[in-house]
């Protein structure tokens, strides 16, 4: 179960922006605020059930842009990639600099030139 939530979490941090207005707070109460669907339903003015199956829903929609896009897994996998870099470049700066662009690149950060 919590590996689902921290993957949904994932989903979330990478495609909330492509689900409604609606789809996105609620999320954000349900994962991030960590409200109970009843507190939601109260907060929102609709029923439990509304938000159960409004959740479930957007769930539905981020699993499907993931299977569409991989954005998420190809993200981990340069992260995985990159991690074994640095332990392979243990004493090279000019490695461990570009090992570390690779993380901040997955990340979505700043780049800095080498």
Do not use: C
Request: proline share 1%; no cysteine.
């Amino acid at each position: 179960m919590f590996e689902k939530n921290l993957q949904l979490v994932e989903l979330i941090d990478v495609y909330a922006e492509l689900l409604t207005d609606r789809q996105q707070r609620l999320l954000d109460l349900y994962y991030n605020q960590d409200l109970s669907l009843g507190e939601i339903a109260d907060d929102v003015g609709i029923s439990r059930q509304g938000v159960r199956d409004s959740l479930k829903k957007a769930e539905r929609e981020l699993y499907f842009f993931e299977s569409k896009l991989h954005l998420v897994a190809r993200e981990s996998a340069v992260r995985e990639a990159a991690a074994r870099l640095l332990l392979l470049a243990e004493n090279d700066p000019q490695m461990v600099g570009a090992a570390q662009s690779l993380i901040a690149a997955a990340s979505g950060e700043a780049v800095e030139e080498l």
